[in-house]
């Protein structure tokens, strides 16, 4: 099974992390705006400075480059990047066919990405990332741009998928009825620490 160990990992405002995370679980963060959820997940990505030790199963971060690290612990921000014209030029090789469960015509990969609204490209650059088979997914507010018709619908796939594929996954939250539905675990950011928030399944 897959294992992401944290060691007193400090970033930002927080300090001292220790947490491991394993293979087919989601592990719900939540805490106030600016509270460094997202800045965790850059570290732990290997995006930004950090002291402590990440470890992925027996490969340390520091051990391995930076754009390697993240082809097996990829990161999902809430503003995707795009950088070709064309949705099919982000997926090599181009997949057959889009989950309905996204909610795309068969001819998606034939758009322009100019022609994406924010939530459609967030829909799709988490099929991107599920796509590239990371051993970690890192998904900061992975619902944030979505119609309330089309979160439980995306959240569905997402769980469906992260057991399929026994991923690691860090999902920072903010609605609290999210994370009942989804998270195995749950901590929030309390100053400078994480804490364990208990009554999730």
């Known amino acids: 099974m897959t294992t992401l160990t944290l060691e007193q990992v400090s970033a930002g405002a927080l300090e001292g992390v220790n947490l491991e995370l394993r293979g087919g679980e989601i592990v719900c963060l939540s805490g106030p705006s600016g509270s460094g959820k997202s800045r965790l997940l850059r570290a732990i990505a290997d995006l930004d400075p950090h002291e ?27 503003d995707s990047q795009w950088w070709s014209e064309q949705v099919g030029e982000h997926f090599q090789p181009p997949p ?19 022609r994406l609204s924010s939530g459609e490209r967030q829909r799709l650059a988490l099929f991107r990332a ?53 998270a195995d675990r749950h901590y929030r950011l309390a100053g400078s620490q994480l804490e364990a928030v208990h009554g999730n399944h």
């Open 96 to 114: 057959v066919g889009v989950p309905d469960a996204l909610g795309f015509p068969a001819d998606v990969m034939a758009w322009p990405v100019s």
């Open 52 to 78: 402590g030790a990440v470890q992925l199963d027996d490969t340390p971060q520091g051990s391995v480059p930076g754009h390697l690290w993240r082809q097996q612990v990829m990161m999902v921000p809430v």
């Open 130 to 182: 599920l796509v590239r088979q990371p051993k970690v997914l890192l998904l900061d507010e992975p619902t944030a741009n979505l119609d309330e018709a089309l979160i439980e619908q995306v959240e569905a796939w997402l769980k469906a998928e992260i057991r399929r594929q026994n991923l690691v996954v860090l999902w920072v939250a903010h609605d609290s009825a999210q994370i009942q539905r989804v």
